[in-house]
C-alpha cells in the first residue's frame, strides 16, 4: 500500500539524532524541573518566542505555550474558547484536524471561502463567533498563500470585532527555493493566536508543537492544559529546543527536495492522467487535485483496492463541498510517486468503467 494520504516526513533527518543526543546529555544536569509544567520548558518556550521575534513578531516567553503536537495545540484552544453551540468560522476546505477538534465542541462550522473572503461581515454578525480557523500561508489543502495586505485585513477585523483568529503555521516554513514567506498573521493584530509544530517540518513522529497568543490567553490554556496531562515529553522539549535555532536551515536544505518530488508528481500525473486538475503550489507538501468525474468519497476506495491511499475531499470541507476533489501529497521518493500514479491511473480506468463506490476512507488517515 502507498499511503499518499497522510503528509508528514516519514523519517528523522540526522540532525534530529544529534539533538536527541544533546538532550540526554543535558538530562543530568536538569534538576528543577521534573516535567510537569503545563506551559512547557523554559527552553523551549524561549526558543519559540525567539523564532517570532525573528521573524518581526516580538515575544516573550510567557506568550508560549508548548503541546503534544500542533493537534493538541487546537483541541487545547476549541476546549477553551468555543462554547457549546458556538460558532467557528473555517475555510472550506481547510485541515480536517481542525473540523475534528471544534466538532468536539459541538461547534456550529461557519464556512468562507480559503482566505476566508467574507470574515468582516461575520466577525461583526450579532452574535459573533467563538474563534475563527485560518491557513494562512501553505494552506492545507490548496497550498494557497495568503498575501500580507489581507493578512492584516483579517487581524485588524477580529481585534475590532474581539474575535480570536487562530493561524495554524505548521506548514509555514514549507516554502520552495525563491519563495518569500510574509510576515505572521499575528504581527498585524493582537487577538491573532498562532499555532506551530515541527512535525510537518522536522518529522512526523517528534509530537512538539506549541501557541503562540497573548497572556491571558496562554495562562488560561495552561490551566486546562495541567487537567490533561500535567506536562510535555522533557527529552522530546529539550531536542526541540536546540533544533528551532536551526529550523530555517534544515527547511532550506530540504525545499529544493520537496520541490522536485512535487513537480515529479505532476508531471507524472500530467502524462498519465491529462484530465485531472492538479495546480502547482509554492511549498507545502500536498497537491488538491479535481477529479473530471465522479466523487472523491468513491475514487479513494478504488483507488484504495488498487495499492494506494488518497484523501476524499469532502472530509476536508464542512459546508459539504469539495466532492470533486482528492488530496495527496509529495513527500515520497520519485520512484514511489510514479507507482503510484500507475496504480491510481489503473484504478481510475477502473473506475471510470463502473464508479464502483464504498464508504469513505478513514478519518485516522486525514493529516
Not at 500580507?148 to 474581539?162: G, I, N, P, T
Not at 501557541?211 to 495562562?219: L, N
Not at 487535485?289 to 468513491?298: C, T
Amino acid at each position: 500500500m502507498i499511503l499518499l494520504a497522510c503528509a508528514a516526513p516519514a523519517s528523522p533527518p540526522p540532525i534530529l539524532l544529534s539533538a536527541y543526543e544533546r538532550a540526554l546529555s543535558q538530562l543530568a544536569t536538569i534538576t528543577s524541573d521534573i516535567g510537569y509544567h503545563p506551559s512547557g520548558l523554559w527552553q523551549l518556550r524561549r526558543a519559540v518566542a525567539d523564532h517570532y521575534t525573528h521573524r518581526g513578531l516580538p515575544t516573550d516567553p510567557d506568550q508560549v505555550l508548548i503541546t503534544n503536537g500542533g493537534q493538541q495545540a487546537l483541541s487545547l484552544l476549541a476546549r477553551a474558547f468555543v462554547e457549546p453551540g458556538g460558532t467557528v468560522v473555517v475555510e472550506a476546505p481547510t485541515y480536517p484536524g481542525a473540523l475534528e477538534a471544534f466538532r468536539e465542541q459541538t461547534a456550529s462550522l461557519q464556512t468562507l471561502p480559503v482566505g476566508l473572503d467574507g470574515f468582516e461581515s461575520a466577525a461583526r454578525a450579532a452574535r459573533g463567533p467563538d474563534l475563527a480557523y485560518l491557513v494562512s500561508t501553505h494552506h492545507n489543502p490548496t497550498g494557497a498563500v495568503l498575501p500580507s495586505l489581507l493578512r492584516r485585513r483579517l487581524a485588524v477585523a477580529a481585534a475590532h470585532a474581539d474575535v480570536l483568529l487562530i493561524d495554524d503555521e505548521v506548514l509555514a516554513h514549507l516554502a520552495f527555493p525563491g519563495q518569500r514567506i510574509p510576515p505572521p498573521v499575528a504581527a498585524f493584530g493582537a487577538t491573532v493566536v498562532s499555532v506551530g509544530s515541527l512535525s510537518k517540518s522536522v518529522w512526523g513522529g517528534l509530537r512538539i508543537g506549541w501557541i503562540r497568543a497573548a497572556r491571558r490567553v496562554i495562562d488560561r490554556l495552561a490551566r486546562l492544559r495541567a487537567v490533561h496531562d500535567l506536562g510535555g515529553n522533557l527529552p522530546a522539549q529539550l531536542a526541540a529546543a536546540y533544533l528551532l535555532p536551526r529550523l530555517e536551515g534544515l527547511c532550506q536544505d530540504i525545499a529544493a527536495d520537496r520541490q522536485t518530488r512535487h513537480d515529479h508528481l505532476r508531471a507524472e500525473l500530467a502524462r498519465r492522467l491529462p484530465q485531472w486538475q492538479a495546480p502547482p503550489v509554492t511549498g507545502g507538501q500536498t497537491l488538491w487535485v479535481r477529479l473530471p468525474h465522479g466523487d472523491g468519497d468513491s475514487f479513494s476506495q478504488t483507488a484504495l483496492r488498487h495499492g494506494v491511499a488518497v484523501l476524499p475531499g469532502s472530509g476536508l470541507d464542512a459546508s459539504g463541498g469539495s466532492k470533486e476533489f482528492i488530496r495527496i501529497h509529495f513527500l515520497a521518493t520519485p520512484d514511489t510517486l510514479s507507482e503510484a500514479v500507475h496504480r491510481l491511473t489503473t484504478a481510475w480506468h477502473a473506475y471510470g468503467d463502473g464508479h464502483d463506490g464504498g464508504a469513505p476512507a478513514p478519518r485516522s488517515m486525514a493529516i
